[in-house]
């Protein structure tokens, strides 16, 4: 079992910056492909970001040129580094693990964290 504690939401004003942190415990997160998505009520879960198991990364149109995924395999931690935050970029952010290699859809994940929210003022 891989459990999953994202952390570092808050509140910041537009062209901010905010780093989010998952940790992981139980098993290494290098073994599984890796997400970042969002979710706004009354909407569906958006992917955001996605780093496979040899560090390759891929991003929303959305948040590419601004958000960067990356992954420390000593801390068993991977992060979303979120840059000219948008007032559209508020949300509450999950952390996912998938056993396999398809990342761009939420069905594709087998483990979840609770959420960080998010939230950029204008």
């Known amino acids: 079992q891989l459990h999953l504690v994202e952390s570092g939401g808050g509140l910041v004003q537009t062209g901010g910056s905010l780093r989010l942190s998952c940790a992981a415990t139980?098993?290494?997160?290098?073994?599984?492909?890796m997400g970042w998505f969002r979710q706004v009520p009354g909407e569906e879960r958006e992917f955001v970001a996605a780093?496979?198991?040899?560090?390759?990364?891929v991003y929303a149109i959305s948040v590419q040129g601004r958000f960067t995924i990356s992954s420390d395999n000593a801390e068993n931690t991977v992060y979303l580094q979120m840059n000219n935050l948008k007032p559209e970029d508020t949300a509450v952010y999950y952390c996912?693990?998938?056993?396999?290699?398809?990342?761009?859809?939420?069905?594709?994940?087998?483990?979840w964290g609770q959420g960080t929210q998010v939230t950029v003022s204008s």
């Open positions: 780093i496979n198991r040899g560090g390759g990364s």
């Open positions: 139980g098993r290494p997160v290098r073994t599984y492909m």
């Open positions: 996912a693990a998938s056993g396999s290699s398809n990342y761009r859809y939420s069905y594709e994940y087998d483990y």
